[in-house]
């Protein structure tokens, strides 16, 4: 986007669709094709050659034996449930949502002119250990916002403002939650247009500021993006901060790489990515299983010539290093936005979800782990959602804040895509509703926003997927530029008064000792019915916000599943058994998972 909320360049995306790369002429005289890319019912299988999210292939079209196994699912659901609501929901549905957003208290918009057009994030984390996420909400020019969750399980979502200067800072874009000094109290790096800050956390919702303290030098730049990973052994994380475009707007900034001393108790001078390309989500993230977490860096072309998405090399001891062509990165431009990582075709290597401006990408190793050559499969997994659904606009849409999680608890992960016009672009939809594709048996995704009742059309940005109310049912929390947040309750197959779960699930804690207590850079295996769904414990990636706490897992009619973790330095342990509907935390060394109860 550019000052004045005009878009300079549209006519490109239509061959980045089909070239899915951003080499060749960077003006093309194509014509603008967003009104002959429905996509064709034809188009959503998966390949046959890779592994679909289930192990069991299945037709799209019902044929006899297909209908025989539905039947016996429903009946197998309708069993289970028992006596609850007889509301026909199968187990596959889009779960719907009930709008608590008055009954939660939470008043909070993200405000600001054109340096708040982006940015708007969300930290949703425990910060009084009461097991239940609390939220920490961007607000542009206006303060940031801490609220204490108060909610009962499987209540209404109630919460209440924690206010302090420490966190009400003015000029944040967004914010991500982790244990810097791994002492198990949950800390946060903010991102700000101005200097950023690390508030380390002292317990019962209140921070201080630890910048200095660590070290670190929070700059002056424009921040829109962050990630974290504990290289080698570590005492501290290496950071990853994401800059947009330089303070006087003549171009993007470089983004810095922090790595810490090697007393191990503060930061040395940041690194600088060069070149940036005004970045808007980063990620660490083991894509090849190497034990090497390498930084995925998606950039908005919008002010870029020569730029691309980019991938960088971090090994420990060793200056951070841009993958590029002679690697087999492809360079790719799109409107980069946001990211999601997270394996669905469950050969254990994670996909990647990008949002852009019009078709978002979901990308898949094109030959396995060896070289990061990535193809897009958005088109065949259906999760292009490159216009809206609903609401009557046909111009493309802006896609902000993208997650995987499982939403209907069915065992198949699910993606929610935030969405809203930058500020008044023409030439993309006004009335942009937020997406909620829900996760199919083969590999697909469907749009489930309007079953949901999740369908709005204030500008989203951040957002979260997140247990607010400890009942099992991941909730929805999105924050909107110059409109409230919304927070939507999940509430299953049932309705505002009687919740009714529609699948069975668990919820899993990671604890090991000192330093990276949280585990992050952990992969969790679960396997339910043969069916394993491997998922990376990382910080970063979305749109200027993430989360921390429980690991939610949708098992579908199974009452237990098989869990395993790989820990983040490489060593796997036991698979164990976790009996379905609960909060568990796993310690490393354990051979049982230990339940955990949600006090009142
Ligand atoms: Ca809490
Ligand atoms: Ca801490
Ligand atoms: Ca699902
Ligand atoms: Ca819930």
Redesign the pocket.
Same mark, same amino acid.
């Given at each position: 986007m550019d000052e004045d909320g005009l878009d300079i360049d549209d006519s490109m995306e239509a061959v980045e669709v089909y070239v899915n790369s951003g080499r060749g002429p960077r003006c093309p005289a194509v014509t603008r094709r967003w009104f002959n890319r429905f996509m064709p019912d034809e188009s959503a299988s998966i390949d046959p050659d890779r592994p679909a999210q289930t192990r069991t292939p299945r037709s799209r079209w019902l044929t006899a034996g297909a209908l025989v196994v539905v039947l016996a699912v429903v009946a197998a659901v309708a069993a289970w449930r028992g006596g609850r609501s007889s509301s026909a929901a199968d187990i596959g549905d889009a779960p719907r949502f009930v709008d608590d957003t008055s009954a939660s208290s939470i008043e909070h918009s993200y405000d600001g002119a054109y340096e708040h057009f982006v940015g708007g994030g969300v930290a949703a984390f /425990?910060? !009084?250990? !009461?097991? #239940?996420? /609390?939220l920490y909400l961007a607000g542009g020019t206006e303060p940031a916002a801490l609220y #204490?969750?108060r909610s009962e399980v499987g209540g209404e979502l109630s919460f209440e403002q924690v206010a302090s200067p420490v966190t009400d800072l003015t000029a944040v874009t967004g914010a991500y939650p982790l244990d810097v000094d791994s002492d198990g109290l949950m800390d946060l790096a903010v991102l700000r247009r101005g200097s950023n800050v690390v508030l380390r956390g002292l317990g019962d919702c209140r921070f201080e500021d630890a910048t200095g303290q660590l070290g670190l030098d929070g700059g002056d730049d424009w921040t829109t993006a962050f990630s974290a990973t504990w290289e080698g052994t570590n005492l501290l994380p290496t950071l990853a901060f994401g800059s947009y475009r330089t303070l006087d707007e003549d171009g993007c900034g470089d983004s810095r790489l922090v790595r810490p001393t090697s007393a191990g108790d503060a930061y040395e001078a940041p690194i600088a990515l060069t070149p940036g390309y005004c970045t808007l989500s980063m990620l660490f993230s083991d894509w090849n299983r190497s034990g090497r977490r390498d930084l995925r860096v998606s950039n908005d072309r919008n002010y870029y010539i020569d730029g691309r998405e980019q991938l960088w090399h971090v090994a420990e001891g060793e200056p951070p290093r841009e993958y590029t062509e002679a690697d087999g990165w492809r360079p790719m431009q799109i409107w980069g936005m946001g990211i999601a990582s997270q394996d669905l075709t469950g050969d254990g290597y994670p996909e990647v979800f990008l949002s852009s401006q019009g078709d978002n990408k979901l990308q898949t190793l094109e030959t396995g782990p060896d070289v990061p050559t990535y193809k897009d499969m958005a088109l065949k997994a259906g999760v292009t959602a490159q216009r809206p659904y609903t609401g009557g606009d046909v111009l493309p849409s802006t896609a902000w804040h993208p997650e995987f999680e499982d939403v209907n608890n069915d065992g198949l992960v699910d993606l929610f895509i935030s969405k809203g016009n930058v500020e008044a672009q023409p030439d993309y939809a006004t009335r942009d509703p937020s997406n909620l594709l829900i996760g199919q048996p083969d590999g697909t995704f469907v749009e489930g926003a309007e079953a949901a009742g999740i369908v709005g059309y204030d500008r989203a940005r951040g957002a979260s997927l997140v247990d607010l109310n400890l009942d099992g049912m991941l909730d929805l929390v999105v924050v909107h530029r110059e409109a409230n947040v919304s927070l939507w309750r999940n509430v299953g197959s049932g309705d505002a008064q009687n919740p009714a779960p529609v699948g069975h699930w668990i919820a899993i804690r990671l604890e090991q000792p000192a330093p990276n207590v949280d585990a992050v850079g952990a992969w969790v295996e679960v396997e339910v019915n043969e069916r394993t769904v491997a998922r990376e414990v990382t910080v970063g990636a979305g749109h200027a916000g993430g989360k921390s706490g429980w690991l939610h897992a949708g098992l579908g009619e199974a009452d237990q599943a098989e869990v395993r973790i790989q820990w983040p330095d490489g060593e796997t342990g036991p698979w164990i058994t976790v009996g379905a509907d609960q909060f568990v935390t796993i310690d490393r060394g354990a051979t049982e998972a230990t339940p955990w109860l949600p006090g009142e």
């Open positions: /425990d910060c !009084d250990a !009461d097991g #239940r996420p /609390d #204490r969750n």
